[in-house]
């Protein structure tokens, strides 16, 4: 009886973080025609995001998006694998991976492995996201940057990629170099 217990345990923690890697992975809207209601919308959701080249729906819709997009579906962005030297276990992914998948322009979703399907060798899973440079005021220095540009990305739905400028090469004034959902 203890080791069923502990078998349910581990499956229920499974997957509360899969649920919640899943609410916390970053989104984009696909459009559609107008969804009646909420069983409409978990009948075609899924199959609209799929088409639309997202990895699954999100459970998200609305017919008035703020975008006035018109009815849409939410959709988690697709994943990718990028390749990484072998990862020895999970505490190595956690350390490692997320800078792996930032140094791609991408944000790690949780995954990895020695041994994709692929065969291409060790791979962190990444979120496919792309650069977009968030104005603000000027930066006097990296821990002035650290301090700030967390929220100047948060502020425009994004994250913050480590980099900033006060010079950016487009000009503008000073950015803080975020990552978006690649819609």
């Known amino acids: 009886m203890k080791w069923m217990m502990s078998v349910m345990t581990a499956v229920m923690m499974f ?3 899969g649920a919640a ?3 916390d992975a970053p989104s984009c809207d696909a459009k559609t025609s107008p969804i009646a209601n909420q069983q409409d919308a978990d009948k075609r959701c899924p199959s609209i995001c799929t088409k639309a080249g997202y990895a699954t729906w999100n459970g998200q819709w609305t017919n008035t998006p703020p975008s006035g997009a018109g009815p849409v579906c939410g959709c988690v962005v697709a994943s990718k694998d990028v390749k990484t030297t072998p990862i020895a276990n999970q505490q190595d ?3 490692r991976c997320p800078s792996i998948c930032k140094g791609a322009n991408n944000l790690w979703n949780g995954q990895w492995t ?3 399907p692929s065969g291409a060798g060790p791979v962190c899973g990444c979120y496919q996201m792309k650069a977009a440079d968030v104005k603000t005021s000027p930066i006097a220095n990296q821990q002035d940057a650290d301090k700030r540009c967390p929220s100047v990305c948060s502020s425009a739905k994004a994250t913050w990629n480590g980099q900033w400028t006060n010079t950016p090469p487009a000009g503008g004034g000073p950015v803080c170099g975020c990552l978006t959902p690649s819609c």
Request: net charge neutral.
């Open 15 to 17: 997957v509360s973080v």
């Open 21 to 23: 890697q899943a609410a």
């Open 93 to 95: 992914a956690d350390k």
């Open 114 to 116: 020695n041994t994709p």
